[in-house]
């Protein structure tokens, strides 16, 4: 089993920044993929980045290009989100999520219970 804890949200202004990190439980965090989601109030779970198992070929929506990265640390079991020139669209729960596979869809293995970011006008 695998478990995942997403921290680091929080409540920051329009242009602002946050670093979102995510501890991951157990031997087999080397071996797979790590990504992030999030949900708004009212909307469907959307894909916002995902990095592979080592590391590399780092992929990102649309929204978070140019203003977020994704990072992980395999000596630490810990995945990173550094958000930067945050919008108020950005407001939503962060979750993160690990699989063997690399994708952008929401079918993952293993899920985060998610951290608050909210981002004021």
């Known amino acids: 089993q695998v478990q995942l804890v997403e921290s680091g949200g929080g409540l920051v202004q329009a242009g602002g920044s946050l670093r979102l990190s995510c501890a991951a439980s157990?031997?087999?965090?080397?071996?797979?993929?790590m990504a992030w989601f999030r949900q708004a109030s009212g909307k469907e779970r959307e894909f916002v980045a995902v990095?592979?198992?080592?590391?590399?070929?780092?992929l990102y929506a649309d929204s978070a290009k140019g203003r977020f990265t994704i990072s992980r640390d395999n000596a630490k079991n810990t995945a990173y989100l550094q958000m930067n020139s945050l919008k108020p669209e950005d407001t939503a729960v962060y979750y993160c999520?690990?699989?063997?596979?690399?994708?952008?869809?929401?079918?993952?293995?293993?899920w985060g219970r998610g951290t608050q970011v909210t981002v004021s006008s």
């Open positions: 999520a690990t699989d063997p596979g690399f994708r952008t869809t929401t079918n993952y293995r293993y």
């Open positions: 157990g031997s087999a965090f080397r071996s797979y993929s």
């Open positions: 990095i592979n198992r080592s590391g590399g070929a780092p």
